[in-house]
Structures are given as structure tokens and as C-alpha cells.
């Protein structure tokens, strides 16, 4: 999770809003991603979406089955469809998002064999979303 939250910093530090994501297998991480849907101008650009293309590039697969997740704000319900579908085995995420995190649309949308756990680093996680949105406020 540290990993996550250094690139959710890189993606605070660039204007995005800051959310990081790392996709492990095997006990290495083998994808690393931030927000960058301002950079790239793509709404779809969100930290899990581009991570998990990566991981998929990497295994040169297109399921995740034997991989883990960890991203530090809960992921939106467009994420969690394409973790299902990615077949992902583990999600582990920081902060919850009550407006628009998955959970709030239907806590099932994972893929039944996956795992969650979420509260994972979480303040630092919170505390680096609320920094990102009081300085845009500014």
C-alpha cells in the first residue's frame, strides 16, 4: 500500500486527483499507476483502469487471477467492472468513497471470488484527498 500511496502523491503533485494503485503477483508488484484523467484526457484514465491494462501487458493475459490489488480510495463502479472482469483475486483499498465508490451502487460488483478489505493506510489515503480538493477550493 505504500507504493500505491507514493503514486497517488505523484498524481496530487501533477493536479490529478490523488489516487494510486499497484497490482502485485507473486509477491512483486508487476503494475504501477495513478490518476491521469487531466493528462491524458480520458475520463477512463483512473488509477485501477490503467493498472490493471499494465499487469495485463505484463502477464501477457488477460485475467488477474493470481493478483492482488491495492489501491488507496475505493474504486468507483466503472473500476470495479473492469476488476471483475479482469478476475482479480484480491482488492485492498484505503479510503472509502461515499459518493461514488462501488459500495455505494452494489457491493457485489467484484467478482464473487475475489477478496476485499478496505481501511488499508486509509487516513493517510483521506488526508491526501481532502488536501487535494481544499487546495483546488483555494
Not at 465508490?101 to 476485499?116: D, E, I, S
Request: with cysteine.
Amino acid at each position: 500500500m505504500n507504493e500505491a500511496l507514493k503514486q497517488a502523491k505523484i498524481a496530487f503533485e501533477e493536479g490529478e486527483i490523488p489516487v494510486g494503485a499497484v497490482i502485485v503477483s507473486k509477491n512483486r508488484i508487476i503494475a504501477r499507476a495513478y490518476n491521469q484523467t487531466e493528462k491524458l484526457n480520458d475520463v477512463t484514465a483512473h488509477a485501477e483502469i490503467l493498472a490493471i491494462t499494465a499487469a495485463e501487458n505484463y502477464l501477457g493475459a488477460k485475467y488477474l487471477v493470481d493478483c492482488k490489488l491495492y489501491v488507496t480510495l475505493e474504486p468507483c463502479p466503472m473500476c470495479a467492472g473492469a476488476l471483475y472482469w479482469s478476475q482479480i483475486c484480491e482488492v485492498h483499498y484505503g479510503a472509502s468513497d461515499p459518493k461514488r465508490g462501488f459500495h455505494q451502487c452494489n457491493p457485489h460488483m467484484l467478482h464473487p471470488k475475489t477478496k476485499v478489505s478496505s481501511g488499508l493506510m486509509e487516513k493517510q489515503s483521506e488526508d491526501l484527498v481532502l488536501e487535494f480538493f481544499k487546495k483546488l477550493r483555494e
